[in-house]
């Protein structure tokens, strides 16, 4: 779209590139078959709501209870299997049950008119409430067979279902952003909220539908989740709703809405998958892994600001 | 701290300028706003610029006030070597600006909106003195409004008297007027003339900008033109005509200003309102409206002429009262229901309601017509949408290297053209404008009084609010005055003169205003 | 009435419901818990709101501008931390101790406010990317050690039970009356000061405050400072009242602090809000909290829950409230 | 048996928490004194993606093909499939402090003292602070922490007993090991329960928690507080009647039995199977045997533990 957009991507290619050659030339296990698999194999929920967090933070809103979803549909999912309900039933009811986790979402934001950030705060707090509810301090197991190699086994070649649902979304997400009516409209909406609703637009319509997606995604995932673990507990995908939302602004996604692309989403899902498995490989530990996406995140933005900067000064 | 200007006391003795700007430049990446342009500010005078939308107008005073540093040239204040790094920094030399867009503090109430930036107040507020001095300037400026209201919510006109009141009350030596008046109607624009001229009288350094030429006649004593980012001319105000200072403006002669042509002959009714209240804002709004028809609205600002249009848009649903649209009677509640029925209505807000600033040119022009692009899939025709945008650009002469750029980096003028080609392409059969042509040069005025008459010959019903009386009398089939939420009357063209619509603006009786 | 209602202004009214809220909530909770309503329980809401107020000001301040501060709880850990290893080797006393604290949380908070203010990074970003930094900075200094209260002076142990004065039965601890105060201050400050009504302007429009000759950057700059000062302070009390300190601490204190700051009636999207909202926020919270862990017929599970159903509720009882108030104050005017 | 080579790593919860730390001061002790020319790894996650993060590292720890991963298991049976994928690929997992709950993925686990016997020394010593009679109330870790779990139900196995008979165990109450939390539950459960004079804290985090609550609320001579706790942590309560009386095993002694355990895997000198004996250098021998808390499981019991109180509790502070 503009210029500076195109210069993000740019900015993005090359510290992908960067990553990739340091993990190439230090980590001998890099470029296994097995090891690219698993890159994204762990983090595949993430990145799979990564996608619709896009559209979401481009509409000028935000979800934070994506993981409470998540853990409250595979805790869901749990229950059902362990009253002795079929699988197939139990997929159906948490993905119903995601939509209308979604929609209630959608009903305070868009008809109450409370914040988004204020609405899923509580509740990223309620609904991981009750999923402990569910679950209290048991952890389930035994899902049928098929279930969990739905979740670990490769569909085609060595990639599960769940790598072909994040291609899926992807496309389907990146083409309705960009090229169709209903992403101009959540463009705008981003943009401005009050200019999308002088020109006609149905601005309470688009965010609840961007709502009740995220919910039923986020449902999906969760049950991704479950069947790559084949287990769930109460504490299911804790916490999850930070990195997804690192990965979409470091995609330069604008958080106040209305800037981003697809593209650099996805390019920073892989910057960030790729640098989080080179320093696993390295033997980095878990709080230098996180500091440096956290630096890289700050860096990303300010280095190029910075330079703006200078050259303005400069002329 | 506020010490209201004294009658009577003359200038001191000019000598030399506040203010020098030598060899200006200043480009945005390939458009060059300002090329090497030098001007000298008198204190004591009212220097104006005047140039079409886009000449760099606006660039200039935002180099003046440091909120763009200039690519080149220097400046000097006081004849000295200065850079202005910010706003704060021109404060500090005694230079504040009142900007094209207004730009209040919405959570804050009009009396500290007015005093926020003051550097000298003091460490502690006092509240209770600070909303006596919000009373005095807003008293000075003629107008009603309470300084314990919060901004939010305040017309555009509200806005920009609370700037206009800002400015005045940093006491400053030189002051710089991005079109204080565009959104004021006569009477006030009447007062804000009073205090300049009374600014003139203590030695303030005036730059006023507009694009109402009757205006600058009558209060400048210098004219510079500026064309395409250049120095066109400076002259004294006593050696231009308003003929010498169009060409200079647009690079070559027009003579085909605006005039009055005869009304238009009337098709059906297309539009009746009858009792039209919206509690607590207006009240018993009562009209008709025909295909081919101008109707005009006029009034003072805050006479409620806005929240009209709104309710007829849907933004802010009446109340109680009846429309009917081609005889159905019909309910409007929300902006979807009543682009239903052909309804458009073009805000006088652009940045706030108008234009989605970040997004280019061509997704703002095909925002509310969207659906005529859509293909299969509701994939959007991108060419197809291009090609609409640039029609609009070449009809509406809207100055941009191409429909690609954002909307927020075109003038003022220039924006004010893109929302209107968004809801020309939306093809209504009633149409609203609410103050059309703010901010735009009387080259494009004319365009667009053109436009807003060729539309009601083609079958349009047009209702166009406006503050601006020389343009209701020359548009208008009709005009309906409002005062405070009420109608007071309706004219037919034919016996609408300046002094009756005023009166009953004003709430004169009509035989008070002979 | 009606002049009532027109000089209210609207941050008077949301204080107003909040602290109905409250009341109904007591109120609820009395009729629930036996011996609720003691000097005793009372005592212990409000010293465990009192670690929380100071940085739920301190984030209300940063939201205020339109910003957001995710790194208090790392901020918390960092100063509860490495106050109490300073501590350990040199026993200072209050007030040097005090003013320890609140230099590590300012240097931090200058930190985060540089990179906004001055680097033009969106704070959302910063915060997400420092609240990594600082506990990683955490983790690596303390070396696996525990601040145990063994090696902290005496008066920093005893600082939880130090009671500034009774009133009846109800004792007044110190830690409350010190959150207490910075409340008082801040909120004082708010209101009466100059330069600190900036904060608003910023927030409420911060292109015209660039205009209006506000420095903005300045004043967002601060902003964070004074966060990380009142993180600092948080950590301090922390320290004193916990004596235990290991890298987790303050974790996941930013979402409290939001929590306490949007049920508080601070606009999320800037520009208003009231101290002495935050402070019923704080407590309105914090109450629900410690009242379902005490409330007998609920299981530990249901606690969550419950608390995302009733804050929301809170919220929406505000929000409604708030909207009707316009609304009449429209008709009146 | 010494200078072989085997790539270990160790895996705590997360890091940063004294006790981790001394585990991994016991296997580094161990590292040198059978000079393994491999490597050992001391890595964790951050405690906010324990979960995810252990997962992460173990399946990291495969692709590098590392001998045996050594873990203190926070998520339960999530990680099982992981730890199954490490099998089938060599790596061996070895836990240690927690268990995979089912077993699955795992070869053996080195349990710091037998589970069910914690459940009889936490009965024992509530049973000694209340002299026999009297309501308690538990204040756990979180709810999925698996050995507090194995422990809390052990000891309500034992509360069967006929010499507990009078002890009623009241309530379960979980802080998350945070100190601000686990510091109100405890004063919750106080005001909770009128008649109650134990609070018993399974966790490190709980239990100084608890003390510090008691102490400044000046409750210490009605309620007291015991449970698991780290003696450097606990001395000052200890010492004033708060925490009478606790428990713990050496935290390096198990990370150096760990490590012995993992290094014989490693260089085949045992197959892990059950009756297959580990030389632990200064610790002695240890066997493998059947877990009788989990079925079809095996593990190796270190043990003992140590009561602490006034008497020693100074001595193992320093
Ligand atoms: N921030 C910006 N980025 C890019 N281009 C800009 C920016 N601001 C102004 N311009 C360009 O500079 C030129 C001069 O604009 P300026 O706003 O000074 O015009 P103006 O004379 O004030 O016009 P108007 O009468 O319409 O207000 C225009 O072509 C405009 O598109
Ligand atoms: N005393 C008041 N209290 C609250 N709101 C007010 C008050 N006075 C005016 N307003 C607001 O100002 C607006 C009234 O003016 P409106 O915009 O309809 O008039 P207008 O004639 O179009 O004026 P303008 O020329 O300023 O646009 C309404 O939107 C209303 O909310
Ligand atoms: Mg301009
Ligand atoms: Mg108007």
């Not at chain 1, 979401?56 to 002795?84: K, P, Q």
């Not at chain 2, 191409?402 to 009633?430: H, Y």
């Not at chain 3, 339109?66 to 200072?92: C, E, H, K, M, Q």
Request: a neutral charge; hydrophobic letters at 50%; aromatic letters at 6%.
């Amino acid at each position: 779209m503009s210029k500076f957009l195109r210069s993000w991507e740019s900015l993005l290619i090359l510290i992908l590139g960067i990553t990739t050659a340091v993990n190439i030339s230090l980590a001998p296990e890099f470029l296994t078959l097995q090891n690219q698999v698993n890159l994204f194999q762990l983090s595949i929920e993430k990145i799979i709501i990564a996608t619709i967090m896009t559209l979401i933070i481009i509409n000028g809103e935000i979800d934070l209870s994506v993981a409470s979803i998540m853990g409250l549909s595979a805790c869901t999912f749990g229950t059902i299997i362990d009253v002795g309900m079929p699988a197939s039933l139990a997929i159906l009811l948490c993905l119903g049950l995601g939509i209308m986790l979604g929609a209630i979402n959608a009903f305070w934001i868009t008809i109450i008119g409370i914040p988004s950030l204020v609405v899923t705060l509580a509740s990223l707090i309620g609904y991981r409430g009750f999923a402990r509810v569910l679950l209290e301090d048991r952890g389930i197991t035994g899902f049928p067979d098929w279930f969990i190699a739905l979740g670990r086994d490769g569909l085609i070649g060595s990639l599960p279902l769940s790598f072909f649902a994040f291609a899926l979304l992807v496309a389907t997400l990146s083409i309705v952003l960009h090229r169709t009516g209903f992403g101009r409209e959540v463009f705008t909406i981003g943009n401005s909220a009050e200019v999308a609703h002088y020109s006609g637009l149905r601005v309470a319509r688009v965010k609840s539908i961007l709502f009740i997606l995220s919910g039923g995604i986020s449902a999906m995932a969760g049950l991704f989740y479950a069947a790559r673990l084949a287990s769930v507990r109460g504490d299911a995908a804790f916490g999850f709703e930070l990195d997804i939302i690192t990965m979409v602004l470091l995609g330069g996604v604008s958080i106040f809405g209305g800037k981003g692309s697809m593209l650099g989403v996805v390019l920073s899902i892989l910057i960030v998958l790729n640098l989080r498995n080179g320093m696993a490989l390295m033997n980095i530990t878990g709080h230098i892994q996180t500091a440096v996406i956290g630096i890289l995140l700050i860096a990303s933005v300010l280095i190029p600001n910075m330079l703006e900067r200078l050259r303005s000064v400069s002329t | 701290m506020i010490s209201p200007p004294l009658a009577g006391e003359r200038s001191t003795i000019v000598s030399h300028p506040i203010l020098e700007l030598r060899h200006i430049s200043k480009s945005f990446g390939m458009t060059a706003a300002m090329a090497d342009v030098s001007i000298a500010i008198l204190p004591g005078q009212v220097h104006a610029i005047v140039g079409e939308n886009g000449a760099g107008k606006s660039t200039l005073i935002k180099i003046l006030t440091g909120v763009h540093q200039p690519d080149e040239g220097e400046m000097l204040v006081d004849g000295k070597q200065m850079q202005i790094r910010s706003t704060e920094d021109a404060q500090k030399h005694g230079i504040a600006a009142i900007f094209q867009e207004p730009m209040v503090f919405p959570d804050l109430d009009v009396a500290e909106n007015i005093f926020i930036s003051h550097h000298n107040l003091g460490l502690v507020m006092n509240w209770a003195t600070q909303y006596q001095h919000a009373n005095e300037i807003i008293a000075r400026l003629g107008i009603t409004l309470d300084p314990r209201r919060l901004a939010n919510g305040l017309t555009l006109a509200e806005q920009q008297t609370v700037e206009i009141a800002r400015a005045l009350s940093l006491n400053v030596r030189a002051l710089i007027m991005d079109e204080p008046t565009a959104s004021l109607s006569a009477h006030e624009v009447d007062r804000l003339v009073q205090i300049v001229e009374a600014l003139k009288m203590r030695g303030v350094a005036v730059i006023y900008i507009s694009h109402r030429l009757e205006e600058i006649f009558r209060i400048a004593d210098t004219v510079t033109v500026m064309r395409d980012g250049k120095h066109i001319s400076t002259k004294p105000i006593s050696q231009v005509t308003q003929q010498g200072m169009v060409r200079d403006m647009v690079g070559r002669s027009i003579n085909h200003f605006s005039m009055k042509v005869a009304a238009n002959a009337h098709g059906e009714k297309i539009l009746s309102v009858r009792n039209l209240t919206r509690d607590g804002v207006f009240s018993d709004v009562s009209f008709d409206l025909h295909i081919g028809e101008v109707l005009c609205f006029a009034g003072l600002i805050g006479s409620r002429r806005t929240d009209v249009g709104l309710a007829l848009f849907g933004v802010e649903p009446a109340t109680s009262g009846y429309i009917e649209v081609a005889r159905q009677p019909v309910t409007i509640d929300s902006p979807q229901s009543a682009l239903k029925y052909l309804i458009a209505y073009v805000s006088e807000d652009r940045r706030k309601f108008g234009l989605a600033l970040n997004m280019p040119i061509f997704a703002n022009i095909s925002l509310p017509s969207l659906k005529k692009l859509l293909r299969l899939f509701g994939l959007i025709d991108r060419k197809a949408e291009i090609a609409m945008a640039e029609s609009h650009r070449e009809r509406l002469s809207i100055r941009t290297p191409n429909v690609t750029i954002d909307v927020g980096k075109l003038s003022g003028g220039n924006q004010q053209k893109v929302m209107l080609a968004k809801w020309l392409e939306t093809e209504p059969r009633i149409l609203i404008f609410d103050e059309p042509t703010r901010g735009i040069d009387i080259g494009a005025k004319t365009e667009v009084h053109n436009i807003i008459r060729e539309l009601a010959i083609r079958g349009v019903a047009i209702i166009v609010i406006s503050s601006d009386l020389p343009e209701v009398l020359m548009l208008a089939d009709r005009v309906l005055v409002m005062r405070e939420g009420r109608q007071m009357g309706i004219f037919d063209i034919s016996e609408a003169t300046q002094e009756n619509i005023m009166a009953l603006a004003t709430g004169q009786t009509a035989a008070m205003s002979q | 009435m009606n002049v009532l209602l027109r000089n209210f202004h609207p941050q008077t009214l949301r204080v107003i419901t909040l602290a109905v809220v409250l009341l109904l909530v007591i109120v609820f909770f009395v009729s629930q818990i036996d011996n609720y309503f003691s000097p005793r329980t009372l005592n212990r809401i409000a010293s465990s709101a009192a670690v929380i107020l100071p940085i739920a000001i301190g984030q209300a301040i940063v939201v205020m501008t339109r910003n957001i501060d995710l790194s208090v709880g790392s901020l918390v850990g960092i100063t509860a931390y490495v106050t109490g290893d300073i501590l350990a080797y040199a026993p200072f006393g209050p007030f040097l101790t005090l003013f320890i604290a609140l230099s590590i949380g300012a240097l931090c908070g200058a930190f985060n406010g540089v990179l906004v203010a001055y680097g033009r990074v969106p704070s959302i970003i910063v915060t997400l990317g420092t609240l990594a930094l600082f506990r990683t900075f955490l983790v690596e200094y303390s070396e696996a050690r525990t601040i145990t209260t063994d090696s902290l002076p005496k008066w920093v142990v005893e600082l939880p039970q130090t009671t500034l004065f009774s009133v009846g039965v109800l004792e007044v601890r110190v830690m409350v009356i010190v959150a207490l105060v910075a409340a008082l201050i801040f909120s004082l400050a708010l209101w009466k000061l100059r330069a600190a009504r900036k904060f608003y302007a910023v927030g409420s429009n911060p292109d015209a405050a660039i205009m209006a000759g506000i420095n903005s950057e300045r004043v967002v700059f601060t902003a964070f400072v004074l966060s990380g000062m009142l993180a600092g302070l948080a950590g301090l009390i922390f320290l004193a009242r916990f004596g235990n300190i290991t890298v987790v601490a303050g974790l996941g204190f930013e979402l409290k602090s939001i929590a306490a700051v949007v049920v508080g009636g601070v606009n999320i999207f800037g520009g208003s809000g009231t101290i002495l909202g935050v402070v019923l926020g704080t407590l309105l919270v914090d109450t629900i909290d410690n009242s379902l862990i005490r409330w007998a017929i609920v299981s530990e599970f249901w606690r969550e829950a419950l608390l995302g159903i009733l804050i929301m509720t809170a919220v929406a009882v505000d929000t409604f409230m708030a909207r009707s108030y316009v609304q009449l104050r429209k008709l009146v005017a | 048996q010494k200078g072989g080579t085997a790539n270990l790593v160790l895996l705590p919860k997360f890091l940063g928490i004294l006790p981790f730390d001394q585990a991994r001061r016991g296997a580094e002790e161990a590292h040198k004194e059978l000079q393994n020319k491999g490597s050992l790894d001391y890595i964790g996650p951050t405690p906010e993606n324990s979960v995810a993060g252990q997962i992460e590292m173990l399946t990291t720890a495969t692709t590098q093909k590392k001998n045996v991963v050594m873990l203190s298991n926070n998520a339960g049976d999530q990680i099982a499939a992981a730890a199954e994928a490490a099998q089938a690929a060599g790596t061996k997992v070895v836990t240690w402090d927690s268990p995979i709950p089912s077993g699955k993925g795992e070869t053996v686990f080195v349990a710091q003292v037998d589970f069910g016997s914690i459940g009889v020394v936490m009965a024992d010593m509530a049973h000694s602070i209340m002299g026999g009679s009297g309501d308690f109330a538990i204040l756990s870790a979180t709810p999925d922490a698996a050995n507090q779990n194995a422990w809390i139900a052990a000891m309500k196995e034992t509360l069967k007993g006929d010499k507990y008979k009078n002890l009623k165990l009241v309530d379960t109450v979980y802080g998350d090991d945070q100190a601000e939390k686990s510091y109100n539950a405890a004063l919750a459960l106080v005001d909770k329960h009128k008649n109650m004079k134990l609070i018993m804290a399974p966790t490190s985090v709980g239990i100084v928690a608890a003390s510090k609550a008691l102490q400044d609320e000046k409750l210490c001579d009605k309620i007291k507080v015991s449970g698991l706790g780290v003696p450097a942590e606990m001395v000052s309560y200890t010492m004033n009647g708060c925490a009478p009386e606790f428990a713990l095993w050496s935290f390096v002694d198990l990370g150096y039995l760990t490590y012995y355990t993992s290094y014989a895997l490693a260089t085949s000198a045992i197959k892990g199977n059950i009756g297959d004996e580990v030389n632990a250098g200064r610790m002695g021998k240890f066997k493998i045997e059947a877990d009788p808390g989990r079925k079809n499981t095996k593990r190796i019991l270190m043990g003992p533990f140590t009561v602490y109180n006034k008497k020693n509790v100074e001595a193992a502070a320093k």
